[in-house]
């Protein structure tokens, strides 16, 4: 058997997965440590694919992936274990955002004290302080993608996982998240990052190219 990493991190081997006849992994192997990694790459590559594998939300049809305390497709750690931030962000658009944030704490088994104590860690560090009593939809664009970073951290996961978080952001509002994930990221905590923001090549620990190995659309393979 080989050995895992040397810290708890993702071990992806041989994965294989398709949608139909498109093949998008076909032997694909990757470790990931604690700390951020950039996956970066064209459109239709397959970033947004891998973090859906890992979140065990997609099942591979050929390998295994291998996450802090086990499968990805265990309840416990998607509960508990796992942040996702989704391109389309899916906040509950009738709670407010102490709301959405309050359900995830229950969820994922916080005390209501332990949901408190993070609300008021979170929403300050991502300038949402002010907002925690209003719905997403009276948000700004750059309010609701921070705030569904904050639904993500509140539970203090072993793996973040986030699908262009920055993705029609300004620049300010990039900032304040790469400051938070530079020096807030849980302890231990593996973090990946599917984008093609060049804005974000100054953040990670680790950056995986996918261009290199990985198919694009047909449409992009001319501008390679």
């Known amino acids: 058997m080989n050995p895992g990493p040397t810290a708890p991190g993702i071990r992806c081997t041989a994965l294989g997965f398709g949608y139909g006849r498109r093949r998008v992994f076909d032997g694909f192997s ?30 591979p049809d050929g390998g295994r992936i291998l996450v802090p305390g086990g499968a990805p497709t265990d309840p416990d750690f998607q509960r508990r274990r796992l942040g996702f931030v989704f391109q389309q962000l899916n906040l509950l658009p009738l709670a407010s955002l102490r709301r959405n944030l309050t359900l995830v704490g ?40 921070r705030a569904a970073i904050a639904r993500a951290l509140l539970k203090e996961p ?25 020096e807030h990221l849980p302890p231990g905590c593996v973090c990946l990052i599917a984008t093609h923001d060049p804005r974000l090549e100054s953040l990670p620990h680790e950056s995986l190219d996918f261009n290199r190995f990985l198919p694009v659309e047909g449409h992009l393979v001319a501008l390679v």
């Open 30 to 59: 990757a470790d990931f440590a604690p700390g951020v990694t950039l996956i970066r790459g064209f459109s239709g590559c397959g970033k947004s694919t891998l973090l859906k594998l890992i979140a065990g939300y997609l099942r």
């Open 106 to 145: 229950a969820l994922a088994g916080l005390t209501a004290a332990e949901t408190a104590a993070r609300l008021e860690k979170y929403l300050p560090l991502l300038g949402l302080a002010d907002h925690a009593d209003r719905r997403p939809d009276t948000l700004s664009g750059g309010q609701q993608q």
């Open 158 to 182: 072993s793996v973040l996982l986030l699908d262009e978080p920055t993705s029609g952001l300004d620049d300010l509002n990039c900032r304040v998240i790469m400051k938070l994930l530079r």
